[in-house]
């Protein structure tokens, strides 16, 4: 007869597999994220409404691999229907101005640099760029569980900060780290963040589309 433990540990397990398929179908596993297919790195692609629920924040550092629009209002030649993939040398390629750099740009700077470089070109020119990126999400016992864009040199520590932290059941010596590479299957990387901080161990590099997960305590 099962024990009452096991029987709630399958229940967890079972919550959180429906929670895990959630996030990945969010993150864009064996689909196209957000509805719009990436383009060859540094290429443009064409048609298309511009994608939805992109970083907006003047100073979100763009990353390789992050994909933009840009936008150049009245100016049809800088529509906002066409998507950037920054490559992995950090630029994107551009009409008329041909490639720029874009990577370890906030957006703000990217828009001032693209204003400047176009000004030759078109007057009272203002330029908005939105930034798709590469995610990862959080979820278990954090206070603030969700999906947030990957920022340059995201660590386990960095992203359960900003899930705001662990509850007070949540178990930090157990933290779990999904990650699919190559179109496999996921594997499951255990992480001790007790060991993190007290300097016994290296801080976990997190990187695209990793779902890390906080179980609560007594589960292992």
């Known amino acids: 007869m099962a024990t009452e433990k096991g029987i709630h540990g399958c229940v967890l397990m079972s919550v959180l597999a429906v929670g895990l398929v959630a996030c990945w179908m969010t993150l864009g596993y064996g689909a ?18 511009p994608f939805e629920g992109g970083i907006t924040s003047d ?3 763009i990353l390789a691999d992050d994909i933009l629009t840009i936008d150049g209002h009245q100016y049809t030649e800088l529509s906002p229907l ?3 993939t920054v490559g992995k040398d950090g ?13 370890g740009l906030t957006k703000r700077k990217l ?10 070109y078109f007057r009272n020119l203002v330029i908005n760029v939105t930034v798709r990126s590469k995610n990862y999400a959080v979820v278990g016992e954090v206070r603030s569980p969700g999906i947030f864009p990957l920022q340059l040199k995201a660590t386990i ?18 933290v779990i780290i999904i990650r699919t590479t190559g179109g496999g299957m996921p594997k499951r990387h255990k992480i001790d ?12 590099p997190i990187e695209p589309n990793d779902v890390i997960w906080v179980p609560r305590k007594g589960l292992f």
Do not use: H, M, N
């Not at 204003?115 to 030759?120: A, L, M, P």
């Not at 060991?195 to 976990?204: H, Q, R, T, V």
């Open 157 to 174: 520590l960095t992203a359960i900060a900003r899930a705001s932290g662990f509850t007070d059941y949540g178990s930090q010596s157990d």
């Open 111 to 120: 828009e001032e640099s693209l204003e400047e470089r176009y000004k030759k």
């Open 91 to 103: 630029t994107i390629k551009l009409v008329y101005i041909g490639r720029v750099k874009a990577a």
């Open 193 to 204: 963040c007790k060991d993190i901080l007290k300097g016994k161990a290296e801080d976990f």
């Open 82 to 84: 066409r998507a950037y």
């Open 59 to 61: 100073e979100y550092v």
């Open 32 to 49: 196209e994220t957000a509805g719009v297919a990436a383009p060859a790195s540094g290429a443009s692609q064409s048609g298309g409404a």
